[in-house]
């Protein structure tokens, strides 16, 4: 199972995108506190729509918490950031990695990019772009480790509602 995970999380909204994307991937959420919502915050509810219910996720009161509840993330903790010398779809991802954002105003401290430097990636971007939306950075990340694992265990083909495909 993948794993996401979101260190100190400060809009509802994206961590609720995120939840949603983890319920249909089949994916576990972490969330390290501090956060800047309320996990009830109707903002994250409604951006993970009726799918939060069933979301796989753990709350951790710092990193070491973090750490120390899950020592089987050593060797498999990839931290993306934008100041990664190595892209994202060069790594090949273990069918059970952990895949760290950071918080959306400052990303993953350097302290701990520089504990977790062979495990750090960055997503290319033109220019001098900040960063990508964090939902969107975690979707483009976890999709890639899921297509090199065959999307195990997830529909690869869909049915029109009304109609039906020619065959």
Request: charged letters at 25%.
């Amino acid at each position: 199972m993948m794993n996401v995970v979101l260190l100190e999380p400060e809009m509802p909204a994206n961590t609720g995108n995120i939840g949603r994307t983890c319920v249909a991937t089949g994916t576990r959420l972490h969330l390290i506190e501090p956060m800047g919502f309320k996990i009830n915050d109707k903002t994250v509810k409604r951006a993970g729509l009726d799918y939060w219910k069933d979301l796989d996720v753990t709350i951790y009161d710092d990193f070491n918490d973090f750490l120390a509840r899950n020592p089987e993330a050593e060797g498999k903790l990839y931290m993306l950031t934008t100041k990664a010398k190595h892209c994202y779809s060069d790594v090949s991802y273990p069918e059970d990695c952990y895949l760290m954002f950071g918080k959306e105003s400052a990303g993953i401290p350097e302290e701990i990019l520089l504990e977790y430097e062979p495990w750090c990636v960055r997503i290319p971007m033109i220019g001098d772009i900040r960063s990508l939306n964090l939902s969107n950075s975690v979707s483009i990340a976890l999709y890639e480790a899921l297509r090199q694992h065959g999307f195990s265990q997830m529909n690869l083909e869909g049915d029109l509602h009304r109609l039906h495909w020619k065959e």
